[in-house]
């Protein structure tokens, strides 16, 4: 394609004047074959306008539009128009490594300039890179602002979650996300990164300058302006990445740990299908009467007395409902019958065992409670020394339990 | 007196009540709980010294017996039932715990439960094979404490203890993740 020149002015003027089929472009990044931009271009245009296939030159020489190089050329909207508009609208493409890549090589090639410009003690040509270097990193910076921006836009997105994305579509994009917004950020501001190091060359290169032409009151003005704009862009990257990472890590994890529960909802599925559900473990739920032997039976004897206004045991359930489970011999019933049974000055634990082989300590334990609770019906007495009893295996020390007569109530 | 009982303490005959009964005790359970947070030491103290473990996880309490390992069918329903509900929210693209713990609840004819063949089937593997034995299951939930279930408004809405659910389905995954990682080595 022949090189027109054209002035800045009428280029803007031409950007306008087609600025709803540039938008377009703009809105579809992957470009349009040369059949589809024709008819956008015959969809967009005026009734007076010119020929389709003059505006579709025009906006070639312009530069407003760019071929690509596929197999089947697409045109898609040239880069300076792009970064405009995603000013404009404040949105962001991904910067990959590959733009990263581009940044190195922008500040190597100034350097290398500036180099020779020292090297030619050149002070207009030195100025003159002095100058493209400060576009560069003001380029870079603002890559680094639109990061950020297009970070928080698309976590808004996926949290408002509009496109009704599945989970593992979202962590997915999230996970994308991170790759290409955070990633380059992250390789920006690493000093041991091939950026960072770009940068410390840099550094070196602006210092060796600044010296050379220290007398150069309008070059040490520039060599100062560049030193700030480059702690000013690491600073700035550091910044972007922060605020990105805040905005962006929550959402990240928050998927990912859902993500986790839908695995494991699966997991528990599979489980059932396969028939294999009481290889799961379980909680413990439900009523708890069941003292394990550590307890101090002395530790029931305030409590009871604190509970004394309980006639009953407190209320529980069975999570069993159709489970036909067997009766406790020592069920509240049966209890109070066998303690108005027993004989006056009985020890109760003895005598349950008596009554009952191989009863459990939890058994027992309960037993006594309970008979504690009732005593309005069989008045219960405590030993004030330790007792010792051997139940289910188990040496047990506490107190004493027996069954008082009427004329020792009181006691 | 209560004032000069050394053991007294704020709203214990409820609270032991409740808990004993299996019970579990969140913001939602109004004056119950914070009896327990406000006196949270004293009745762990009380609770220890008669074999109980009162833990307090995140805002809501329960007891747990020492030793207890025994297995029940009643925690694998309501793993399962649970594992539906986040399973089916997932689906619908919302947030799995924003939107299973959300105040406005659900219905319950709108239950996902019976949506389903493949959820009928699970249904069906846990014994609950209609409407009414849903009922009951989700009767006990409520008394439980892990759903608040008003039967006569259709309305349910799932309390901060069925965490202890989510948290066992996301140990069995780590644990199931683990088994397949050694398994891995072992093959290696």
């Known amino acids: 394609m022949p090189y027109h020149y054209y002035r800045p002015k009428d280029k803007i003027a031409r950007f ?128 680094s602002r639109n990061n950020r921006l297009g970070v928080i836009n698309e976590v808004r997105k996926l949290r408002l979650n509009d496109e009704k994305l599945s989970y593992r579509e979202r962590l997915a994009e999230a996970n994308r996300l991170w790759d290409e917004y955070l990633e380059p950020l992250r390789e920006i501001i690493a000093p041991t990164g091939t950026f960072g190091q770009a940068m410390q060359h840099l550094k070196q290169v602006l210092d060796n300058g600044e010296a050379l032409f220290n007398a150069n009151v309008e070059l040490r003005h520039q060599f100062t302006h560049n030193r700030v704009l480059r702690v000013q862009l690491q600073e700035q990257a550091r910044i972007d990445l922060s605020e990105a990472s805040l905005e962006l890590d929550p959402l990240r994890e928050k998927l990912l740990e859902e993500s986790r529960l839908l695995e494991a909802s699966s997991l528990v599925f599979d489980y059932l299908e396969q028939g294999k559900l009481t290889e799961l473990p379980t909680l413990s739920l439900g009523r708890k009467l069941t003292h394990e032997r550590q307890i101090d039976l002395y530790g029931l004897i305030p409590w009871l007395a604190e509970l004394w206004s309980i006639q009953n045991e407190p209320d529980s359930f069975s999570f069993e409902e159709q489970e036909e489970v067997e009766p406790d011999p020592l069920e509240t019933e049966a209890l109070l019958q066998l303690l108005a049974d027993m004989p006056a000055d009985t020890d109760l634990i003895e005598y349950f065992q008596k009554c009952y082989n191989n009863l459990s300590a939890n058994a027992v334990l309960r037993a006594i409670s309970i008979a504690t609770l009732h005593q309005t019906d069989v008045p219960i007495g405590v030993s004030a020394d330790e007792s010792q009893y051997w139940i289910d295996g188990q040496l047990w020390k506490g107190s004493g339990f027996y069954k008082i007569t009427d004329n020792n109530k009181g006691q | 007196m209560e004032s000069n009982n050394p053991f007294h303490i704020p709203g214990k005959q409820e609270v032991f009540e409740a808990l004993v009964s299996g019970k579990h005790l969140s913001l939602h359970s109004g004056e119950l709980y914070h009896y327990l947070l406000e006196h949270k030491e004293a009745y762990q103290a009380e609770l220890a010294s008669l074999g109980y473990v009162l833990v307090h996880e995140q805002d809501y309490f329960y007891l747990l017996s020492r030793d207890d390992n025994r297995t029940n069918d009643y925690s694998h329903k309501v793993l399962v039932f649970i594992a539906i509900m986040l399973e089916f929210i997932a689906q619908t693209g919302n947030d799995m715990i924003d939107t299973l713990y959300r105040s406005r609840g659900f219905e319950r004819d709108q239950l996902p439960h019976f949506s389903t063949e493949r959820y009928k089937n699970y249904m069906q593997h846990l014994g609950i094979e209609d409407e009414k034995a849903l009922h009951t299951l989700l009767r006990n939930l409520h008394r439980s404490g892990f759903i608040d279930y008003r039967e006569s408004e259709n309305f349910l809405r799932f309390l901060p203890p069925c965490q202890r659910f989510i948290q066992l389905a996301l140990d069995v995954l780590e644990q199931h993740k683990k088994q397949q990682a050694e398994q891995g080595e072992t093959g290696a």
Do not use: W
Request: with cysteine.
């Open chain 1, 16 to 143: 306008s004047e087609y600025f709803d089929l540039l938008e377009t472009l703009f809105r579809f990044p992957q470009g349009y074959t040369e059949d589809v931009l024709r008819y956008q271009i015959d969809q967009t245009k005026g009734s007076s306008a010119p020929e389709t296939s003059y505006i579709f030159d025009s906006l070639l020489n312009y530069g407003l539009i760019v071929e690509s190089t596929d197999f089947q050329p697409r045109y898609v909207l040239g880069v300076p128009y792009r970064a405009l508009l995603e000013q404009l609208y404040q949105e962001s493409q991904p910067v990959n490594s590959a733009v990263i890549q581009g940044y190195i090589t922008a500040l190597a090639n100034c350097a290398g300039n500036l180099q020779k410009a020292y090297e030619a003690q050149s002070t207009p040509l030195t100025l003159k890179h002095l100058q493209h270097l400060s576009r560069e990193m003001e380029s870079i910076s603002q890559t």
